[in-house]
């Protein structure tokens, strides 16, 4: 059941963690899983061990790539990877091209480009099942959020939101931010 959450009373953290460090993905084999994520993205790519690979691009968060062997293995779209390009138009290039090269790259799905959440994007299902959101995002992505009260719902239970309506959405934000106390 959707609902708006409440701050935990904790004043510290149990574990303290310096960061978010890595994720795992899934790959069914792992050379076509490595030409994959350097052709289409560019990721830089390091070899773990004869079954996985790390990848980076743009800042110290890394994936790990697990070969699996499993081709049935599909991720949930709303566990999808968010990737930032600089502009809406770069969002429609990437469709453009990713849908011409879906073949090669056997990419299994590509959504069309659109607006949501605040931001102009399209998803696609990659070959070892991992979803992906191409995004025109602001710089440094989501972070902003944390510096805007407008975008926080946390106890606002005096608010009337649908379960979509989302404050990454800068119309909901103004809606929410006009009723801050």
Known sequence: MARITERSIRTSPLVDIRFISHGTL?????????RFYEEVFGFEVVQLSKISL?????????????ETGKEDHKMSLMNHNGIDVGSP???DRAHATL???KKKYRIRQIHPVRRQHGVYSFYLLDLDGNWWEIVANR???YSYTYDDPGRDITGRHDLVLGNTDNVLDDEIAAKVRH???
């Open 89 to 91: 138009e770069e969002v």
């Open 139 to 141: 710089v440094g992505g």
């Open 179 to 181: 009723t801050l106390p």
């Open 54 to 66: 790390l990848l980076r691009k743009g800042g110290e968060h890394t994936y790990v790539v697990v």
């Open 26 to 34: 899934d790959a069914v084999n792992l050379q076509e899983s490595r």
């Open 99 to 101: 849908t011409a090269v």
